[in-house]
């Protein structure tokens, strides 16, 4: 990635990281590390890779995305209104009675959403079903859903998984957060998923593995995904969890837990320095 488009992907990851903390901070609960961690490829996806226009949310010929981690929306919804879909001042009635940003996200009242998610392993599903319709309607739209690891757990990531394959979705990008952390601990210790890259070769996948941080490296990865033919793909992102905000940073007990107000100061001082740094 040249250097100037490089620091403006920077810029706005961590503008999506702020709305995320002002989110969770405001809702007093919510789920801050999931949504850190993908942040960096969230922000690429609506800077950068997908064909998507605030203006006209609906556009029949749009990429769609699927955050199948649905309780991960805080990072998605910044990035939404850094685009322009709706306000950042919406940001601070996240999870709030009568607000349109919920807890998981909800295509019938927020703008941009293109699939209510939250179930976790569904989204997969919903995604292989927008990319099967694409395959019908013969269009060149492309769909990304979003999986957390804990979430390939979860048996209906699988049975997508085979339907993907067996349809030969190559419109289909699969993308996995993994930042070896979920709500019971690390994803190792809980159930073991390695080596989920020989798990998603086996049902059919073309397999990338790339740093969830590095924008040359999701870079290379979303070209590269678009290149293959007769088959899905999946972006393995390594990452890690409240990437962004020092003290967050691979702590699982920030996977579903608000910052408090001397917290709040804190991620928020440190994701200012970091702006005000790229923007010398």
Same mark, same amino acid.
């Given at each position: 990635?040249?250097?100037?488009?490089?620091? !403006?992907?920077?810029?706005?990851?961590?503008?999506?990281?702020?709305?995320?903390? !002002?989110?969770?901070? *405001?809702?007093?609960?919510?789920?801050?590390?999931?949504?850190?961690?993908?942040?960096?490829?969230?922000?690429?996806?609506?800077?950068?890779?997908?064909?998507?226009?605030?203006?006209?949310?609906?556009?029949? *010929?749009?990429?769609?995305?699927?955050?199948?981690?649905?309780?991960?929306?805080?990072?998605?919804?910044?990035?939404?209104?850094?685009?322009?879909?709706?306000?950042?001042?919406?940001?601070?009635?996240?999870?709030?009675?009568?607000?349109?940003?919920?807890?998981?996200?909800?295509?019938?009242?927020?703008?941009?959403?293109?699939?209510?998610?939250?179930? +976790?392993?569904?989204?997969?599903?919903?995604?292989?079903?927008?990319? +099967?319709?694409?395959?019908?309607?013969?269009?060149?739209?492309?769909?990304?859903?979003?999986?957390?690891?804990?979430?390939?757990?979860?048996?209906?990531?699988?049975?997508?998984?085979?339907?993907?394959?067996?349809?030969?979705?190559?419109? +289909?990008?699969?993308?996995?957060?993994?930042?070896?952390?979920?709500?019971?601990?690390?994803?190792?210790?809980?159930?073991? +998923?390695?080596?989920?890259?020989?798990?998603?070769?086996?049902?059919?996948?073309?397999?990338?593995?790339?740093?969830?941080?590095?924008?040359?490296?999701?870079?290379?990865?979303?070209?590269?995904?678009?290149?293959?033919?007769?088959?899905?793909?999946?972006?393995?992102?390594?990452?890690?969890?409240?990437?962004?905000?020092?003290?967050?940073?691979?702590?699982?007990?920030?996977?579903?837990?608000?910052?408090?107000?001397? !917290?709040?100061?804190?991620?928020?001082?440190?994701?200012?320095?970091?702006?005000?740094?790229?923007?010398?």
């Amino acid at each position: 990635m040249e250097n100037q488009a490089l620091l !403006e992907m920077e810029k706005n990851a961590c503008k999506v990281r702020m709305y995320t903390i !002002e989110g969770v901070f *405001n809702a007093k609960s919510g789920h801050p590390g999931g949504s850190l961690s993908a942040a960096d490829i969230i922000t690429y996806l609506y800077f950068k890779e997908m064909k998507v226009d605030a203006a006209h949310p609906d556009d029949p *010929n749009r990429d769609r995305f699927v955050l199948s981690k649905g309780h991960c929306c805080p990072s998605l919804y910044g990035a939404l209104a850094l685009k322009g879909y709706f306000s950042g001042e919406e940001i601070k009635s996240l999870r709030h009675i009568g607000a349109m940003l919920q807890g998981h996200p909800d295509m019938k009242h927020t703008p941009g959403i293109d699939m209510s998610s939250g179930s +976790l392993g569904q989204g997969v599903s919903a995604a292989c079903g927008m990319a +099967l319709a694409g395959k019908y309607d013969k269009a060149d739209y492309r769909v990304y859903a979003m999986l957390g690891d804990g979430e390939c757990e979860e048996g209906q990531v699988w049975e997508a998984a085979m339907f993907a394959a067996h349809n030969k979705l190559d419109n +289909l990008c699969l993308i996995v957060d993994f930042n070896g952390l979920q709500i019971d601990g690390s994803v190792n210790d809980v159930a073991g +998923l390695e080596p989920l890259d020989k798990k998603f070769e086996g049902f059919g996948f073309e397999v990338l593995k790339i740093d969830g941080h590095n924008f040359d490296e999701i870079e290379a990865a979303f070209n590269k995904a678009k290149t293959v033919k007769g088959k899905p793909t999946v972006i393995i992102a390594k990452t890690i969890k409240g990437k962004g905000v020092s003290y967050m940073e691979n702590q699982v007990g920030w996977h579903g837990k608000a910052p408090n107000a001397e !917290e709040y100061k804190v991620a928020m001082d440190e994701l200012n320095a970091k702006l005000k740094a790229l923007e010398a």
